[in-house]
């Protein structure tokens, strides 16, 4: 056998996971949950895999990682509309228009794709990470692919291909930022209904201080887990209100039932470091 012919069938291989990835049931709960996803999925059991708990203590600060985040066209001009979309897993938006990147570590430039969002049905569970064992309501995550790649599928499963930004959301104060698109989710409520919305300052997710952050490499954490993400995970989480966080626990998945708890459990570190970007000296309560 050739080596042409062997690439071209490792090719078809790999393409054909990840095309199936949707058709291929999976969730996030029952027989079909977390623990079984590596039946079909077996990079999901691989030993980088996301989400991990954060040890907030431990001693790997490096200075120069603060540095190293930089967000371009993160705020406005905003081009078109933005898609939002319920997908029976989460709630996610396509903001594509707003050709936003992330440049970490001075070299390596990402394009933001789509934000979604992980949720539970209390307020004691609902995000991906935790910190030092604390879960939080909910987690937004900012998915970008490398601009080496044409775009996000093409992207998926190469190496270094992506960068994902997480930001942990708690329950306080009404935040005006995410009425921009909550004032839509009504439209939405279903799975497989889309809705187009005037696109905004993503930037006004995020909490005032992306400064303080963790960096870690690993995964995807829904199907097909793959292990080619540079995490960055903000320490500062944003605020939103009961009623808004109601909004996302009013969202219905494919039986009809309310979209909640899509949220994978946190896996192994198995020896990987976590960086942080800045000084920690008071534990958090
Ligand atoms: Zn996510």
């Known amino acids: 056998?050739?080596?042409?012919?062997?690439?071209?069938?490792?090719?078809?291989?790999?393409?054909?996971?990840?095309?199936?990835?949707?058709?291929?049931?999976?969730?996030?709960?029952?027989?079909?949950?977390?623990?079984?996803?590596?039946?079909?999925?077996?990079?999901?059991?691989?030993?980088?895999?996301?989400?991990?708990?954060?040890?907030?203590?431990?001693?790997?600060?490096?200075?120069?990682?603060?540095?190293?985040?930089?967000?371009?066209?993160?705020?406005?001009?905003?081009?078109g509309d933005f898609v939002m979309r319920n997908n029976?897993?989460?709630?996610?938006?396509?903001?594509?228009?707003?050709?936003?990147?992330?440049?970490?570590?001075?070299?390596?430039?990402?394009?933001?794709?789509?934000?979604?969002?992980?949720?539970?049905?209390?307020?004691?569970?609902?995000?991906?990470?935790?910190?030092?064992?604390?879960?939080?309501?909910?987690?937004?995550?900012?998915?970008?692919?490398?601009?080496?790649?044409?775009?996000?599928s093409v992207a998926i499963d190469k190496a270094n291909a992506?960068?994902?930004?997480?930001?942990?959301?708690?329950?306080?104060?009404?935040?005006?930022a995410f009425d921009k698109f909550l004032k839509y989710l009504h439209r939405v409520k279903d799975i497989g209904q889309g809705f187009k919305i005037p696109a905004f300052d993503v930037k006004s997710l995020l909490p005032k201080d992306t400064g303080k952050f963790y960096r870690y490499e690993g995964s995807l954490t829904t199907p097909p887990c793959f292990d080619n993400v540079t995490w960055t995970v903000l320490y500062d989480p944003v605020e939103i209100s009961h009623q808004q966080l109601e909004k996302f626990r009013a969202l219905r998945d494919n039986l009809g039932h309310a979209l909640v708890n899509n949220f994978r459990p946190v896996q192994e570190l198995n020896g990987r470091s976590v960086s942080s970007s800045f000084r920690l000296f008071n534990r958090i309560h």
């Open 88 to 152: 029976g897993k989460t709630l996610q938006i396509d903001v594509r228009n707003a050709i936003a990147s992330l440049t970490l570590n001075r070299e390596r430039r990402y394009m933001l794709d789509h934000l979604h969002f992980h949720w539970g049905s209390n307020n004691q569970i609902g995000s991906e990470h935790h910190f030092e064992g604390r879960s939080f309501p909910a987690e937004l995550h900012f998915v970008h692919y490398n601009i080496e790649f044409h775009n996000l």
């Open 162 to 176: 992506l960068a994902v930004l997480g930001v942990m959301i708690q329950v306080g104060k009404r935040n005006s």
């Open 1 to 79: 056998m050739n080596a042409l012919l062997l690439i071209s069938i490792f090719v078809t291989i790999r393409v054909t996971t990840f095309a199936e990835s949707s058709k291929i049931n999976w969730s996030f709960h029952g027989r079909n949950g977390p623990s079984h996803w590596s039946k079909s999925y077996p990079i999901c059991s691989n030993k980088r895999q996301s989400p991990i708990n954060i040890p907030l203590f431990k001693k790997d600060f490096q200075p120069s990682l603060k540095a190293s985040l930089k967000f371009s066209h993160y705020t406005c001009p905003c081009r």
